[in-house]
């Protein structure tokens, strides 16, 4: 249901960052237990490994685990959805974080770059001290951060026996990951300014952009010749990979053929829930206590306050928009379920509240007695004149205490339902205490905007489950497809005979590989991509309930982690080496080249074509494209003035060249100092971005030995 959802999402991205605020201190989170460990552990316990160094199963695990909690928190604090998707892409992550790690720290080593006491200590204290403790220990009035404190904070946890040891060990695992990073950033620093572009190379760029060429020629276009008059055999293109290993490497993938057999809710399912609904309507209009009513049908997001009706989305709002007080609308559809709405109380209420507050947590081991006292006795000082701000940073629990406590535009819906009411249904500069599950929370309301009607509805859903029947019709097809098939052939044969008539498709899904969760087109199961991996090709495998869908696939293609095969190669090359001996058939029948003028009656009489103002630098001139070869020829010295002695095969076809002149123009720069300082600059850059290609890390990830053992683990 959409409102129900979305109440739930609001709420439950309150409740977890006012939670994790509350608990945050001077030690964080085990997110930094991720980097800085080291790849301990058997070969047995080995996940995969970088240059031969293995990657402990179990410390990966953890950190994939952590990285998985930070994403579902950033995806909460950002109003997403929680997607199983998450799942991969924390791992992904955390693996990209031990590839760096292993490969920094084996380069590190190698060049002796260290990190001393000192200089450690200046990274954790210094003016440049991570904002993680520059948070903690920032003075709320002045704004400037306590570095002699957080010093004496953090050795004081460091040196205390009680101090638990877990404790010590988190924030043990962040110095090194702070050390990590340091070294790392001298490590790039050094390769960043140790960048030359000698004198003599800008000197030539520029002479070569100087010149200037005229050319005449004649060519052949490649589609003269029919396609069909070409046969590329598999040892042409095995040649042809030989020669170029790099462009074919590929990582281990599967490919597979699939049919889906729904198992999602019937027609007859769907009005059974209906029905059911409307079986507990009575009873949910004349209940007076809600509280244990959805309790007893199990209902546990029951919001209690009130909303402003222009930001309720639910079907059929108007409807039940007009529904009187303490009467139910309904059933009706919202989604996959059928939905009952009471309207509990319809109120006038602001669009937006600026609110301010200060929370004093029960979540944390204060009994409700101490929490209730400490909130009367801030109510009490500030209304004699303390300051809200000093009293706010000294003592809310909640994460943005050191912005005065404030959160501006709220929109109702987005807090608990006590907190929600108190700031809507008072009028601007009211204050008091509010009680939440959070703890007591000392409220004043700032200023609010807009007005309309809000409204206070309970909602009774009953979702469309598949029924027992359904599901079992859906798996006796699946079963029925997959006990007529033995592999391949017999699964496309089966398919055409019987279940392709039936409005049934075939997918497919290829490159599928090993540490993914999602299948384009079949859903996502990281059980379902480990039988792919389990079985051998030809193997049907079992039927595998996807999400509403029971999966029956054989597997078509293994592609093991190497060297491209031929027959995938094809698709990639074919038309390259068509076009290849295209030319060797256009380039004989040039034969001996003499004149433009013979070469154009080989050729059918073709046109003789002039291109001037050629530049080196550029990409061609309009009448000659883009073609390499050609422009080489022309600023060739040899060539100056005289027929290029062959034909020259190009990229869209073979031409017949003559170079009729090349001359040099001023150059336009002429600062080599300039250039020189500007291209070293660039390069800089390309060095320090992660994203550029001279990033030392993508250097060394693009050498390293990576074996990635994650789908078989995982």
């Excluded at 952590?66 to 995806?75: S, V």
């Excluded at 090194?176 to 340091?182: G, I, K, M, T, V």
């Excluded at 993914?516 to 049907?540: L, T």
Aim: one cysteine or more; charged letters at 25%; glycine letters at 8%.
């Amino acid at each position: 249901m959409s409102i129900i959802q979305d109440i739930r999402d609001k709420y439950a991205k309150v409740t977890v960052v006012l939670i994790a605020l509350a608990l945050v201190g001077f030690i964080l989170t085990d997110y930094f237990q991720s980097k800085g460990r080291s790849a301990g552990g058997s070969t047995s316990n080995s996940i995969g490994s970088v240059n031969g160094r293995n990657i402990n199963y179990d410390e990966f695990s953890r950190n994939v685990e952590i990285n998985k909690q930070n994403l579902k928190a950033q995806a909460q604090q950002q109003g997403y959805p929680i997607s199983p998707a998450l799942d991969e892409q924390a791992s992904d992550q955390t693996w990209n974080q031990e590839i760096a790690r292993l490969l920094l720290e084996e380069e590190l080593n190698n060049l002796g770059i260290t990190v001393g006491k000192k200089e450690m200590g200046d990274v954790l204290y210094g003016v440049n001290a991570p904002d993680d403790i520059k948070r903690q220990f920032t003075d709320s009035a002045t704004g400037r951060f306590d570095a002699v404190k957080a010093k004496q904070t953090i050795d004081g946890m460091l040196k205390n026996k009680q101090t638990p040891v877990e404790q010590k060990a988190q924030f043990n695992s962040y110095i090194n990951s702070l050390d990590l990073n340091r070294k790392s950033e001298k490590y790039v620093s050094l390769l960043a300014n140790s960048v030359n572009q000698p004198r003599w190379y800008v000197e030539k760029q520029n002479a070569d952009a100087s010149q200037m060429a005229k050319i005449s020629f004649v060519n052949e276009t490649y589609p003269s010749i029919a396609d069909s008059t070409i046969k590329i055999e598999d040892k042409d293109i095995a040649d042809f990979i030989s020669k170029h290993k790099d462009m074919f490497k590929q990582g281990e993938s599967r490919s597979i053929s699939f049919v889906s057999f729904s198992a999602a809710p019937s027609a007859k399912d769907s009005a059974d829930a209906k029905k059911n609904l409307q079986a507990l309507k009575a009873e949910f209009d004349s209940t007076d206590i809600l509280d244990q009513f959805f309790l007893n049908q199990g209902v546990t997001n029951y919001y209690k306050g009130y909303i402003n009706g222009k930001t309720i989305q639910i079907a059929d709002k108007d409807s039940i928009f007009r529904t009187p007080v303490g009467s139910v609308y309904g059933p009706y559809l919202d989604g996959g379920s059928y939905v009952l709405a009471k309207i509990e109380g319809v109120r006038q209420m602001p669009d937006t509240v600026k609110v301010r507050h200060i929370l004093i947590s029960t979540q944390q081991g204060r009994d409700s007695t101490t929490a209730t006292n400490l909130a009367d006795s801030i109510k009490n000082a500030i209304a004699k004149g303390a300051n809200f701000d000093s009293l706010c940073a000294k003592y809310s629990d909640d994460g943005n205490k050191n912005e005065g406590g404030v959160y501006d535009n709220v929109s109702s819906g987005r807090m608990v339902p006590t907190f929600n009411d108190f700031i809507f249904m008072n009028p601007a500069g009211s204050k008091g205490i509010v009680k939440t599950d959070f703890g007591y929370h000392y409220v004043e309301v700032l200023s609010q905007k807009g007005g309309g009607a809000g409204y206070r509805i309970a909602y009774l859903p009953k979702e469309i489950i598949t029924s027992k029947e359904t599901d079992a019709a859906a798996l006796a097809n699946a079963n029925k497809f997959a006990g007529d098939i033995k592999d391949i052939k017999t699964f496309d044969t089966a398919f055409e005979k019987e279940w392709k008539a039936k409005g049934y498709n075939k997918g497919i899904a290829v490159d599928v590989a090993p540490s993914v969760s999602e299948i384009r087109g079949v859903g996502i199961s990281r059980a379902f991509v480990k039988m792919i991996y389990d079985a051998n090709r030809g193997e049907v495998l079992k039927p595998e309930l996807i999400d509403n869908n029971y999966v029956v696939a054989v597997v078509t293609d293994v592609q093991e982690e190497g060297t491209m095969g031929v027959a995938k190669a094809r698709q990639y090359v074919e038309a390259t080496l068509r076009n290849k001996k295209k030319a060797e058939i256009l380039i004989k029948k040039a034969g001996k080249i003499t004149t433009l003028e013979a070469a154009a009656t080989v050729f059918g009489g073709k046109e003789i074509v002039t291109a001037d103002s050629i530049r080196m630098t550029s990409s061609g001139s309009s009448k000659l494209n883009y073609e390499p070869r050609i422009m080489g020829a022309a600023f060739n010295p040899a060539n100056k003035g005289k027929m290029v002695p062959e034909a020259l095969e190009g990229s869209n076809g073979v031409y017949v060249v003559r170079v009729d002149n090349v001359s040099s123009t001023p150059v336009t720069n002429g600062d080599v100092a300039s250039q020189r300082k500007a291209q070293e600059q660039q390069m800089r850059q390309s060095v320090q971005n992660p994203q550029g290609q001279g990033y030392p890390l993508n250097t060394l990830r693009s050498a390293a030995t990576i074996k990635d053992k994650r789908s078989r683990r995982m």
